[in-house]
């Protein structure tokens, strides 16, 4: 009786738009298509499948993917582990401060950022030509740079959330084993390697492997600070191409049909990579 309304509520929210996708997936439903749509079969699988466009925003979507959450992880275990040292004076300062970009919500974060990388007046650029001596950059009318852009957004966004969990993993790891290390004559990377690595493993692998499907799926980043896939539909990942080909297009069969083929992209990863990983297994 009182898990009752929550059910209701995630089969509302949850469960029927998923299903809902699911069935107009297999339909022709578009703008000219509306009230009246058809199933269709495989046909929008098939139409997706065959696009050139899917493919290369795949790679694009595998590179902002794993060179976003390489970096989170790089950067959240490194202050993690700064900041887990006794000498390290105000922690609690030092924790509020990191955690912030994580703290504040994607879409102020992400105009902010692409105020900075604006050509003429942004901080990034201001920074480059007047205290580096170099050329300004042309970081959101480039596709390169436009994506390089973007990049370097979600790492800022990401590795607080990945901090937080490394320290939450290196407070429960036993004091005693590092002192036995500073005994044997370990040095400090043998401690990480052999002692910090292994006992963070059970904790961070699962974090991995959110931050993976959060990132895949981040269109919050990706269409502030390109500006909805600019310049010229260069810097989509798949999510915001799915997003551009539903309410831009009105393509809503074939965008279903794509959002469908991401979630079965990471659905299996998932699965695999928990398996592969071993992470619901004690180190112990």
Do not use: C
């Amino acid at each position: 009786f009182l898990l009752g309304p929550t059910a209701v509520i995630v089969l509302a929210v949850v469960a029927y738009p998923f299903f809902y996708n699911v069935a107009i997936s297999f339909s022709n439903m578009n703008i000219y298509h509306l009230r009246d749509w058809e199933f269709v079969g495989l046909r929008q699988y098939i139409s997706v499948l065959a696009e050139p466009a899917v493919w290369s925003i795949l790679v694009k979507t595998l590179i902002w993917t794993f060179s976003g959450v390489f970096f989170h992880v790089a950067l959240g275990v490194f202050l993690a582990v700064i900041l887990h040292e006794k000498f390290i004076r105000g922690k609690s300062a030092w924790r509020i401060l990191l955690s912030r970009p994580w703290a504040v919500p994607q879409y102020i974060t992400a105009f902010t950022w692409r105020g900075m990388f604006n050509y003429e007046y942004g901080a990034i650029s201001l920074v480059i030509t007047k205290y580096m001596n170099l050329p300004p950059i042309e970081w959101l009318t480039s596709p390169t740079e436009a994506f390089l852009a973007v990049i370097l957004t979600n790492v800022w966004l990401g590795f607080p959330f990945m901090m937080v969990i490394a320290l939450g993993g290196l407070q429960s790891i036993p004091a005693a084993l590092y002192e036995a290390a500073d005994v044997d004559g370990a040095s400090a990377w043998d401690k990480f390697w052999n002692i910090t690595a292994p006992l963070l493993k059970p904790v961070m692998v699962p974090a991995i492997t959110l931050g993976i499907v959060w990132t895949f799926n981040n269109v919050n980043v990706v269409w502030p600070v390109s500006n909805g896939g600019e310049p010229n539909d260069q810097t989509h990942i798949l999510v915001s191409y799915v997003y551009e080909a539903a309410f831009y297009m009105y393509r809503f069969g074939w965008a279903a049909a794509l959002s469908m083929v991401i979630f079965a992209i990471l659905f299996t990863f998932t699965q695999v990579f928990l398996n592969r990983t071993n992470a619901t297994e004690s180190v112990y």
